[in-house]
């Protein structure tokens, strides 16, 4: 039927039907009193083609003829008005995100962050951990698809074996997926979020494993240690001994440049200390003849102790001990040396957690604590250095090394 359609017609007319206007293609279809839609119906192709062009009232009668006529338009040019709106939802769409691999993700997240850790052995441990325990059972899948039955998959194997290893891949898969909702390439919970989530679904990591300390030789055996290394002229027994009369950690004495010790201080920048700060150890006596020896052996390397121009593999002193059937640790050695300062002298706390550049827990004791008590602890180190020697050797040592 066709009639000249008017806002009176469209309004009023409620007999189910299509009524079509006197304007070329466009018809008014009625359905029910609430239904009614503008269509627009023309040939293309050999092809008919009805394309909506609203409902009624929403759109009004001038509203669908002015469409109308511009889909006419692009039909007497030939063009297909289906594939023309197509087209155009098209254009209009975000375009689809293509969903990252949990390994893909991953591997990028740690390229971006790295930059702000300690060291690239840092991020290696991130990349190793990753791939050996998470990769496994989730690296091919997306970040949407990953539920919290995954992550124990992953958790579960190791939790009460390698307790420790298994909290750090936790924590590092919490930042990944952190990381992720925050690109909004998931949604949801985090499922290796510890607090209020994995917490009720795994045992406490501190029930489950007893901490373990560092091996430390009693610091009244230290001076026998070092004398024994005395008879040891490898650049492995120099640094372990600078290491001991120093309290300092085992990184931040392989990785000292020579250019770092001015006069009889010692300065470690803050990216290879463990709190992030700049931290500056006095030299005494015998400290600086190991320096001195050292670089009598290898005249041209950067570093304080080294057999090439490279700093030496964190091994070596782990061999030695080995070696000398010691049965304890490196780092163990600034536990005998805090053991020593409480047992043996008057030095205070303080001047004793400063020279082994501890971190200040007591927010309020580290506000008013504006220096580095560094004389101080020069005379705590000279005694430390005469403790490990002893009084009476101490003179002859040096005189050996500088001979």
């Not at 002015?66 to 023309?84: K, L, Y």
């Not at 600078?242 to 201080?265: H, M, N, P, Y």
């Not at 700049?278 to 290898?298: D, F, G, Q, T, Y």
Request: hydrophobic letters at 40%; aromatic letters at 8%.
């Amino acid at each position: 039927m066709r009639v000249t359609l008017t806002l009176k017609f469209a309004t009023h007319t409620n007999s189910p039907g299509r009524y079509y206007d006197t304007h070329p293609g466009l018809h008014l279809w009625v359905k029910s009193p609430k239904q009614k839609y503008w269509i627009f119906r023309s040939s293309h192709g050999g092809r008919r083609t009805d394309l909506s062009l609203g409902a009624f009232p929403a759109v009004g009668v001038a509203d669908a003829r002015r469409e109308a006529s511009a889909i006419a338009a692009q039909v007497r040019e030939g063009i297909d008005p289906r594939a023309e709106r197509r087209r155009e939802k098209a254009d209009q769409d975000p375009p689809k995100v293509e969903m990252a691999t949990f390994n893909s993700f991953a591997l990028k997240f740690i390229a971006t962050k790295s930059p702000e850790w300690r060291n690239d052995k840092h991020a290696q441990q991130w990349v190793n951990t990753i791939t050996t325990y998470a990769s496994p059972v989730i690296g091919t899948k997306t970040l949407d698809a990953i539920t919290t039955e995954d992550i124990l998959k992953i958790l579960n194997p190791i939790w009460r074996t390698k307790t420790e290893t298994a909290t750090r891949v936790r924590g590092r898969l919490e930042a990944i997926f952190s990381a992720a909702k925050a690109m909004k390439l998931r949604s949801g919970e985090n499922p290796a979020q510890w607090k209020g989530h994995l917490a009720y679904l795994l045992p406490q990591p501190e029930k489950i494993s007893k901490v373990e300390h560092f091996r430390a030789l009693p610091y009244t055996q230290v001076p026998a240690f070092v004398t024994s290394l005395h008879a040891r002229v490898a650049m492995a027994a120099l640094s372990l001994e600078f290491l001991i009369l120093t309290a300092a950690r085992s990184g931040e004495v392989l990785f000292a440049k020579r250019e770092e010790v001015q006069d009889t201080c010692w300065t470690i920048p803050g990216d290879r200390m463990k709190a992030g700060r700049e931290h500056r150890v006095p030299l005494c006596s015998r400290a600086l003849a190991l320096i001195a020896r050292a670089k009598e052996l290898n005249p041209d390397s950067e570093y304080l102790f080294s057999l090439s121009k490279r700093p030496m593999s964190n091994m070596v002193m782990t061999q030695l001990l080995r070696r000398m059937d010691a049965g304890v640790t490196a780092h163990g050695f600034r536990s005998s040396f805090r053991d020593w300062v409480s047992e043996e002298t008057q030095h205070s706390r303080e001047v004793a957690e400063m020279a082994l550049a501890h971190t200040i827990e007591n927010k309020v004791e580290s506000a008013y604590r504006r220096g580095n008590l560094f004389e101080k602890r020069r005379v705590l180190m000279q005694d430390w250095e005469d403790y490990c020697l002893g009084q009476q050797s101490k003179t002859n040592l040096n005189s050996l090394l500088v001979a």
